[in-house]
């Protein structure tokens, strides 16, 4: 299973960025989708996690600001960020699982798309 992660970039805070991750199977086939951030000197933070039957959580320092979602027709993972901050600077990382939670573990990684938030 591959993971490829899109829409990374440079832009000024108070900007937006919608990232997405194309999975070569199916979105159905994973219990749990989401994304991870990691910036640098830091450990890698889980942002928000979406399971098979649409239930969202995100990560509070995000709550309000991010939005993950599944587009099954396109069969493509989502993550819509808004009102970007300095801090949320960061290599973001598609993540999957077909049975278990994230906090148990992660089966497959994206190589990663990288956000920075600058003026």
């Known amino acids: 299973v591959q993971l490829v992660e899109s829409g990374g970039g440079l832009v000024q805070p108070g900007g937006s960025l919608r990232l997405s991750c194309a999975p070569s199977g199916k979105l159905d086939s994973f219990d749990y989708m989401g994304w991870f951030r990691q910036a640098p000197g830091k450990e890698r933070e889980n942002v928000a996690v979406i399971d098979s039957v649409g239930r969202a959580t995100h990560t509070d320092s995000v709550a309000g600001r991010f939005t993950i979602s599944q587009d099954k027709p396109k069969n493509t993972l989502h993550l819509q960020m808004n009102s970007l901050k300095p801090e949320d600077t960061a290599m973001y990382y598609c993540?999957?699982?077909?049975?278990?939670?994230?906090?148990?573990?992660?089966?497959?990684w994206g190589k990663g798309t990288l956000v920075t938030i600058s003026s």
């Open positions: 993540a999957a699982s077909l049975v278990r939670p994230f906090y148990v573990g992660v089966d497959y």
